[in-house]
């Protein structure tokens, strides 16, 4: 079962700052199978990015991602008020299928 | 566009079945077996777990660590999935979603419900 872990657990940052988020997996991934997701309060999840890198229809683009084998990362190039929320990263595997990471809280500094 | 939206009873007792229902809108001209649907559940203040997956009416992968106790089922007439969760507890109260996955590609989920909260409780 692959594990993902996501750090920080919470970031502290001001408008027009760059975010830089991190999803370790405890065994290599496939690049074509990360995910990334943003949740504000009392919403449901929003898929920002697929596939490590290729951003989902109306996002934009100062969201990125990157990484490969086990270390992938979600930048926000510089942070709009709108961005401040709790972003989880996902993969697809074999059992079970789809796994989270447990979450990062990125908060108005 | 695709909307999901989910019902359910709001609140179950321990040891009980939760019914949910996930009624898909806006794939006209297409079939809701055309795609793979998710079921997700966040309990209060945590993160997201996944709970199984639906394609075709008939395949289902299921988290191990829930499928003794959940069994998913889609009515293409309806245009519905629906989840029933057996001998729920008090860890089962969650926001429970239904997801859509991109055709062909059960990598992810691009179009999410609202999401519908139950607790567990006698």
């Known amino acids: 079962?692959?594990?993902l872990t996501q750090s920080p657990g919470t970031l502290s940052l001001s408008p027009g700052e760059r975010a830089t988020l991190s999803c370790r997996a405890s065994q290599s991934l496939s690049s074509s199978y990360l995910?990334?997701?943003?949740?504000?309060?009392g919403q449901a999840p929003r898929l920002l990015i697929y596939g490590?890198?290729?951003r989902a229809t109306g996002i934009p683009d100062r969201f990125s991602g990157s990484g490969s084998g086990t270390d992938f990362t979600l930048t926000i190039s510089r942070l709009e008020p709108e961005d401040f929320a709790v972003y989880y990263c996902q993969d697809f595997g074999d059992s079970p299928r789809i796994t989270f990471g447990q979450g990062t809280r990125l908060e108005i500094k | 566009q695709v909307q999901l939206q989910e019902s359910g009873p709001g609140q179950v007792k321990p040891s009980e079945t939760l019914s949910l229902t996930c009624t898909v809108s806006g794939v006209s001209g297409d079939s809701i077996t055309n795609y793979y649907w998710s079921w997700i559940r966040q309990p209060p203040g945590k993160g997201l777990e996944w709970i199984a997956y639906i394609y075709s009416t008939a395949s289902t992968n299921y988290n191990p660590s829930l499928e003794s106790r959940v069994?998913?089922?889609?009515?293409r007439s309806k245009n519905q999935i629906s989840l029933k969760f057996r001998s729920v507890t008090a860890a089962d109260t969650a926001v429970y979603y239904c997801a859509r996955h991109p055709p062909t590609r059960p990598h992810y989920m691009d179009v999410w419900g609202k999401g519908t909260p139950v607790t567990v409780s006698s």
């Open chain 1, 1 to 3: 079962e692959i594990v």
């Open chain 1, 35 to 41: 995910a990334w997701y943003q949740q504000k309060p």
């Open chain 1, 52 to 54: 490590t890198s290729t």
């Open chain 2, 71 to 75: 069994t998913l089922s889609m009515d």
